[in-house]
């Protein structure tokens, strides 16, 4: 069984404010309140490719499980650790993220995307965000009548923390938009 969803959202920022909001999405300690789930964020490679310009960037992500506590109580662990491999292309102004869990595989596998581009009705003002999350509950002798059930919880808790997460970005992009401007906030 797999639980899939896809969401669209439009901030009202250029790409290249919004893109900068998603790098510091994680750093600013005043978002450890918002987004308590995130434990640690570091950043194991970054390369830029000089013909293309594109940034190739990998981090190690260790979250607190989503999931139903009794699932947590199941597999023994309550923090999981993800890969997230971003590729910003600054020439067609494209950004795409890719997390995928690398601990408890064994009962879930997430998989996250994320695409950052410029919005076809506005290009040099709008921002699209187009995510798809993946979450696949595997069938354990314990759990799998409840397979579907604990796929739908873990989807409703990242639905949860995407909101987190925009409202996250939409706070930096207008602290970037008075940075940008002289203002302070």
Known sequence: MVKAYTQEYTYKHPWERVTSASWRKFADPENKRVLSHILEVDTLNRRLEPPSGKLYTTR??????PGPWFVRKIVGQDICHCVEST???AQSRSMQLTTRNISLQKFVEVEEKIRYDPHPDNPKGWTICQQETRIRIKPL???ASMAEKVEQRCAEKFLLNSAKGREVMERICKYLEAESSGLAL
């Open 87 to 89: 590729v910003v292309d």
């Open 141 to 143: 002798s314990a759990l």
């Open 60 to 65: 190690a992500i260790t979250i607190h499980c």
